[in-house]
């Protein structure tokens, strides 16, 4: 039975750039139709590039697209391997465009570039529909600027796209498994219905989008999970036959491992509902999969079973969150945590004198800052139960880094927060040092939910010419 196999070369934006080398390097010596992915967009990444966009329309796709591509292009194309990734983030075009720039600088003037487009729904939504919509996620967006709103699309257009015959698939908000069902349903044909199969190939795509997490990545802890050689993981590939079943492996002579216990971890990522995982293309079952170790660094996963997807898709809305201040500054040494604290009590003090009305968040990393929340709540209350967290969960000496935190409308705010920190260097406890500041413009998400009839007639697959 004929097989896919298909790697990838990245599991989030600024994942490893040299990761995909061995993983196109492994696909070049396999017998069938080979693909690389890239899965580099989250909510968040979503929201800078619409950031990036808003100040400069030629931007908008990852800034790392050419540290990604640009190695690996000549390779991949000489060796057959098709690209497909979600780089094109807010401006897929922008993203072709720059793809065939590389293309050209590299010798390559017979690469083919498509799209996929029609995830943003401002091109055919008015922002007071989009508003009036309730979120189901993050903030409200009533008396919010909204900055863009993108649909999640499933796989059947990146499966169009393919079909032109191209090289490379740039997407803008797709799900992260549709890079992989695309392919999938591009080289096997599988029907619009054909839930189980949709299924198994979603499954795949869950598995290799977070690139090393699972290869060892991530799931590493010493001691309980010894994972060897992990500076040099190796990224995933997985190899699906017609039937949806698949062996998930890894790029050859690399660190890291591929075991059951890998698999079932990242199988368990991100899943709110193991029976019922949402998609634009099937709704996965994912509750009886078996996952068998069959060899060193060899799974096969089947058993995946698929139903009709649900009437809406998710969308993402992008919010002007106006301007975050930081500051940060480190105690070290003796009495270390009291003087931590100190700086602490006087930074918010100092943004009450400068009449900062907005909620200023100051932690102290080492002393149960991960834990707390954005108002301290849970380290005050800890005070008032009469504990002492100096003694009770630091030591006294250490190394600690203060750092205060303001969201606010106007950027003179947020300087004067992260300004307080700056400050302290002479105004404050004895021997702080190793001040950063940064003031950014912010931007917010929230998620909708919208009617599929809404989005999928304007969704288009073209190819893009220099």
């Given at each position: 039975m004929p097989k896919v196999y298909i790697g990838c070369g990245?599991?989030?934006?600024?994942?490893?750039?040299?990761?995909?080398?061995?993983?196109?390097?492994?696909?070049?010596?396999?017998?069938?139709?080979?693909?690389?992915?890239?899965?580099v967009l989250a909510e968040r990444t979503l929201a800078i590039a619409q950031r990036l966009r808003r100040n400069n329309p030629e931007a908008g796709y990852s800034p790392y697209l050419d540290h990604y591509i640009e190695p690996i292009l000549g390779q991949a194309k000489a060796n057959g391997v098709r690209i497909v990734s979600n780089m094109g983030a807010a401006n897929p075009l922008g993203a072709a465009r720059r793809v065939l720039e590389l293309a050209a600088e590299a010798g390559l003037a017979d690469l083919r570039v498509a799209v996929v487009t029609g995830d943003n729904l401002l091109a055919v939504h008015s922002v007071e529909t989009i508003r009036d919509l309730p979120t189901?996620?993050?903030?409200?967006?009533?008396?919010?600027?909204?900055?863009?709103?993108?649909?999640y699309l499933g796989a059947r257009p990146i499966a169009d796209a393919l079909a032109l015959g191209v090289d490379v698939v740039l997407v803008g908000r797709t799900t992260d498994a549709a890079l992989v069902l695309g392919p999938l349903i591009h080289e096997f044909?599988?029907?619009?219905?054909?839930?189980?199969?949709?299924?198994?190939?979603?499954?795949?795509?869950?598995?290799?989008?977070?690139?090393?997490?699972?290869?060892?990545?991530?799931?590493?802890?010493p001691g309980f999970k010894d994972v060897p050689d992990l500076a040099e993981v190796g990224f995933p590939i997985a190899?699906?036959?017609?039937?949806?079943d698949m062996i998930i492996t890894k790029a050859a002579h690399t660190g890291g491992l591929v075991s059951r216990a890998t698999v079932i971890e990242q199988a368990l990522y991100e899943i709110h509902d193991p029976a019922s995982y949402l998609t634009p293309d099937v709704i996965l079952d994912l509750s009886d999969i078996s996952v068998e170790e069959i060899a060193p660094d060899r799974v096969r996963v089947t058993g995946a079973k698929g139903a009709p997807p649900p009437a809406t898709l998710k969308a993402t809305i992008s919010i002007d969150g106006g301007w975050l201040g930081e500051g940060e500054i480190t105690y070290a040494g003796p009495n270390a945590l009291a003087r931590a604290e100190l700086a602490a009590?006087?930074?918010?003090?100092?943004?009450?004198?400068?009449?900062?009305?907005?909620p200023v968040r100051v932690d102290i990393f080492g002393a149960g800052a991960v834990h707390d929340n954005d108002i301290g709540s849970k380290r005050a209350q800890a005070k008032l139960s009469h504990v002492n967290l100096s003694q009770a969960k630091s030591p006294l000496s250490g190394e600690y880094r203060v750092r205060a935190a303001v969201r606010s409308a106007e950027k003179k705010t947020a300087q004067q927060v992260s300004d307080e920190v700056l400050s302290l260097y002479c105004s404050g406890p004895a021997a702080g040092g190793g001040v950063r500041q940064y003031v950014t413009e912010h931007v917010s998400t929230a998620s909708i939910l919208i009617d599929r009839d809404e989005v999928l007639p304007h969704v288009r697959a073209q190819e893009v010419f220099a």
């Open positions: 990245a599991g989030f934006s600024g994942d490893r750039f040299d990761a995909a080398g061995p993983v196109v390097d492994t696909l070049a010596a396999c017998d069938g139709s080979r693909y690389l992915i890239y899965e189901i996620e993050g903030i409200g967006l009533a008396d919010r600027e909204i900055v863009a709103a993108n649909a044909g599988w029907a619009a219905d054909d839930w189980d199969r949709l299924a198994q190939g979603t499954m795949a795509g869950h598995l290799l989008e977070c690139g090393g997490q699972v290869t060892g990545a991530y799931f590493a802890d190899e699906v036959n017609e039937a949806g009590s006087v930074i918010r003090r100092r943004c009450q004198i400068l009449g900062v009305q907005e």
